[in-house]
């Protein structure tokens, strides 16, 4: 006779602005039942294993690069052009790297292409322009005045 074994794992990482982001993984499968009164050793490694599988699926989904919203064609997503596309850098983000980068004249464009590889500070995602951002904090505080 089978008996039902259930493991889940369930992950929230925190984020840039407030922001979190989440992954969960259940899995819900039967073992046979002399694993529990015969093999506890079988049945724990069963256990284990369903709960290393849930652990890496978990890991996978929040390192996973952030799905983009398709463009309209002018740099907004589809729908409101005031929110950006999921996972990518905020227009506060967008105007405080402008600025910092502006008072130690230095080109943003330049940085984001050598340091991330992409063309426009938007595409950048909420991490990185959280790192940029810090990055430049750090330079300003590191030039003597």
Do not use: W
């Not at 694993?35 to 709960?51: I, K, V």
């Amino acid at each position: 006779m089978a008996v039902k074994l259930s493991v889940g794992l369930q992950q929230k990482v925190g984020q840039p602005d407030y922001g979190s982001l989440g992954a969960s993984c259940y899995l819900e499968f039967e073992i046979d039942r002399s694993l529990l009164e015969s093999d506890r050793d079988g049945f724990q490694q069963q256990a284990r294993s369903a709960f290393a599988a849930c652990q890496q699926s978990v890991n996978d989904q929040l390192t996973q690069p952030a799905q983009r919203t398709p463009s309209n064609g002018n740099g907004h997503s589809n729908g409101n052009p005031d929110r950006p596309a999921a996972g990518t850098a905020t227009q506060s983000q967008v105007r405080a790297i402008f600025a910092i980068a502006r008072r130690q004249r230095v080109d943003p464009q330049n940085l984001v292409q050598e340091r991330f590889h992409r063309d426009r500070l938007e595409d950048l995602s909420i991490r990185e322009a959280s790192s940029l951002i810090d990055e430049l904090k750090r330079r300003t505080t590191e030039v003597p005045s």
